[in-house]
């Protein structure tokens, strides 16, 4: 079992900005992706984006492209996911994953994510 641990989370009025961090204790951030999903009560899991292991690439859904920035910093083993100009659906327990055995295109899609946070509740008030 691989810990995975999310921080950041509060709320904030609409317009403002988080910023959310993923760590994993006792495991380096430089051989895996990672991503971020969310989750809002009645709605169907949805996916946020991702980074490839030496951050060369991203994925953003495009209900946040341009408004959230995925980075990550290996020395600290850490992603950080930079939300800006917040709206009242970005409200959601948001997930960090990340990728041990999935395939190349994990951060692409969705699909293939090996373990899980507990999340952290974003709120955005109107």
């Known amino acids: 079992q691989v810990e995975v641990v999310e921080s950041g989370g509060g709320l904030v009025q609409a317009g403002g900005s988080l910023r959310l961090s993923c760590t994993v204790p006792?495991?380096?951030?430089?051989?895996?992706?990672m991503g971020w999903f969310r989750q809002t009560p009645g709605k169907d899991r949805e996916y946020v984006g991702g980074i490839t292991w030496n951050g060369d690439n991203t994925y953003y859904g495009d209900s946040v492209r341009g408004r959230f920035t995925i980075s990550r910093e290996n020395a600290k083993n850490t992603m950080y996911l930079q939300m800006n100009n917040l709206r009242p659906e970005d409200t959601a327990v948001y997930y960090c994953a990340i990728s041990q055995f999935g395939p190349s295109r994990t951060i692409f899609t969705g699909v293939g994510y090996d373990y899980w946070g507990q999340g952290t509740q974003v709120t955005v008030s109107s």
């Open positions: 006792g495991r380096t951030g430089t051989t895996y992706a």
